[in-house]
């Protein structure tokens, strides 16, 4: 049966093929949230971390990763990268 429409042309509410096709839809979005869902890519590791994202420096990986955040900041400061950046070699 054809959705009703009332005078002005708009879709009726109070019939009852518009709340069947209202259910539908709401049940097609669940479906579709569902899926998602599911199909969403996780991080590789989590490992590390503290419940607010921070790296957890108690932890071995988090040892190993601060250690190369320091080299990296040691590095940024080197003499030789400095003159890198100043002359753009």
């Given at each position: ?18 709340k ?17 869902k599911?199909?969403t890519?996780?991080?590789s ?19 190993e ?25």
């Amino acid at each position: 049966m054809a959705i009703q429409k009332t005078a002005s042309g708009k879709v009726d509410k109070r019939t009852k093929e518009y709340k069947e096709m209202v259910a539908r839809a709401k049940k097609a979005r669940e479906a579709q949230n569902k899926a998602a869902k599911k199909a969403t890519i996780k991080k590789s590791s989590t490992a590390g971390r503290r419940a607010d994202g921070q790296l957890d420096q108690r932890t071995k990986a988090g040892k190993e990763a601060a250690a190369r955040m320091a080299n990296a900041r040691k590095a940024k400061g080197s003499l030789k990268n400095k003159l890198k950046r100043f002359f753009g070699i």
